[in-house]
């Protein structure tokens, strides 16, 4: 099965050429790191927002990593909550050339994990990825579509069963992670507008909070981020996908470190009530 592109000439260039300056232009202008991430959080918008985030990850990759396992959340298909699902998508086209996806496996025999094709297949927090990872040393990737969880204790059963998964198709050795999330969606066109004060403090609060966020996703507070979601209810649209990779991280052995937040205004000629703020995290 392939995956053919759907968002060129509007969330990203159509253009070969130009797509791949783009991308260039973003790797350059990211932060050079003395050492090789094999863990992220980014951005999901298209590019004119979403690449200076996604450069920081791409920019720094681990020289090794030949795979990468992309966890995602659903914005158009509806999933059912403590599950992970998957797809047997064999390549990811990109106007780049195409991507290989793993194939070679089954779920039949897992309790936690499904098969979603169409959601896989319509998803933009996918497909944005896909142009800055053909340009990279990648060679295959393996999606998870990623609910939410109602409790920590299921969450770490689904994390142990995708390990024990993962391990029967790929090496870990030569596998990155990463986590497909924007973060808060502020103003009454998301129904979010829990700040008092004028613009510019909202903005402040936000990245407060953002932040505190980001913080326990890069220190492994898996457990208190759920617990202050549940009383929270951020509009971070990709929450449950950043768990996976953190406590991923944590089992690794890694160290987690935010390389940059930012907002949707910085890049408007007029600054809106109605803006989305962006996290890049790097293990």
Not at 76 to 86: A, G, R, V
Not at 155 to 169: A, C, P, S, T, Y
Request: include cysteine.
């Amino acid at each position: 099965m392939e995956r053919q592109y759907l968002l060129s000439g509007k969330w990203y260039s159509a253009d070969k050429k130009k797509l791949k300056k783009n991308i260039y232009l973003a790797n350059s202008r990211a932060l050079d790191l003395d050492f090789g991430v094999v863990g992220g959080v980014v951005p999901h918008a298209g590019h004119y927002y979403s690449s200076r985030g996604l450069a920081h990850f791409f920019n720094n990759l681990d020289k090794d990593v030949r795979s990468l396992i992309i966890f995602s959340p659903s914005h158009y298909h509806f999933l059912k909550k403590d599950k992970l699902y998957t797809s047997k998508i064999d390549k990811y086209q990109t106007p780049l050339g195409p991507i290989s996806g793993f194939s070679d496996f089954s779920v039949e025999s897992y309790k936690f994990i499904e098969l979603n094709d169409e959601a896989i297949l319509m998803e933009h927090a996918v497909e944005v990825l896909l142009p800055f990872i053909k340009n990279s040393s990648i060679k295959e990737i393996l999606v998870f579509m990623v609910p939410s969880f109602s409790e920590f204790k299921i969450f770490k059963d689904v994390f142990e069963e995708m390990k024990i998964f993962l391990k029967d198709i790929i090496s870990f050795e030569n596998c990155a992670f990463l986590a497909s999330s924007d973060f808060t969606h502020y103003g009454p066109r998301f129904d979010y507008t829990i700040f008092d004060g004028n613009l510019i403090d909202i903005e402040e609060k936000v990245k407060n909070l953002d932040l505190r966020y980001a913080k326990n996703i890069a220190n492994f507070n898996i457990e208190l981020l759920l617990d202050e979601y549940k009383v929270e209810n951020p509009t971070i649209c990709g929450f449950f996908s950043t768990l996976f990779v953190s406590y991923m991280m944590k089992s690794m052995n890694r160290r987690g470190k935010i390389l940059d937040y930012y907002n949707s205004n910085i890049l408007e000629k007029e600054r809106s009530e109605n803006f989305v703020s962006y996290c890049s995290i790097v293990f």
